[in-house]
Nanobody, 119 residues
Framework: QVQLVESGGGLVQPGGSLRLSCAAS????????MGWYRQTPGKQRELVAG???????SYADSVKGRFTISRDNALNTVYLQMNSLKPEDTAVYYC?????????????WGQGTQVTVSS
């Protein structure tokens, strides 16, 4: 089994910054993609940012220019640097890992970490 351990969430004022980390451990063969999703009450979980093993990144339009996703492949860890935070960024953030070089791939989720942006 694969376990994703997240850290870095918390309370921050508008305009501030946070850095989320997610480390994968366990029965890891190869990581195809790692990403970050977020969810608020009454809304579907949405993709915030993703990064492939080759370094290709993608972002939701709402966070482009403010958030940066990166990986340390040696540590099987993905990061999300969040700058210029806004109240609408408040959500539970979930780390995702998609493992395997071919379909079907195995999907894993972290436990979620709360990010609150408020004065």
């Amino acid at each position: 089994q694969v376990q994703l351990v997240e850290s870095g969430g918390g309370l921050v004022q508008p305009g501030g910054s946070l850095r989320l980390s997610c480390a994968a451990s366990g029965s890891i063969r190869s990581i195809y993609l790692m990403g970050w999703y977020r969810q608020t009450p009454g809304k579907q979980r949405e993709l915030v940012a993703g990064i492939t093993s080759g370094g290709t990144t993608s972002y939701a339009d709402s966070v482009k220019g403010r958030f940066t996703i990166s990986r340390d492949n040696a540590l099987n860890t993905v990061y999300l640097q969040m700058n210029s935070l806004k109240p609408e960024d408040t959500a539970v953030y979930y780390c995702q890992a998609l493992l395997g070089q071919t379909i079907p791939r195995m999907n894993y989720w972290g436990q979620g970490t709360q990010v609150t942006v408020s004065s």
